[in-house]
């Protein structure tokens, strides 16, 4: 079991920052890819970014150039970057860790950004 804890959502206005940070409970190997996925209300649930344990990410198009991922294996973390917040970005934002070889996921409680003026 991996338990995972988002922090930094909050409310913002177009154009500004925030940073979204997700800490897992235990060690997360090498075989976990993590990740960030949203929800927007009446939408499902879709993939913002991934990063593997090598680096390599894989960022949804409609966030491409203005959110980054990035992982830190040493602290267990995964974090979301996203700058040029935009009202369609307004969503609940879920961490994930997903085990590629046993394909094992878990998901976070959940963040709150919204972006609104």
């Known amino acids: 079991q991996v338990q995972l804890v988002e922090s930094g959502g909050g409310l913002v206005q177009p154009g500004e920052s925030l940073r979204l940070s997700c800490a897992a409970s235990r060690a997360i190997s090498s075989a976990y890819i993590m990740g960030w996925y949203r929800q927007a209300p009446g939408k499902e649930r879709e993939l913002v970014a991934s990063i593997t344990s090598g680096g390599t990410t894989n960022i949804a198009d409609s966030v491409k150039g203005r959110f980054t991922i990035s992982r830190d294996s040493a602290k267990n973390t995964v974090s979301l970057q996203m700058n040029s917040l935009k009202i369609e970005d307004t969503a609940v934002y879920y961490c994930?860790?997903?085990?590629?070889?046993?394909?094992?996921?878990?998901w976070g409680q959940g963040a709150q950004v919204t972006v609104s003026s």
């Open positions: 994930n860790a997903y085990h590629v070889i046993i394909r094992e996921r878990y």
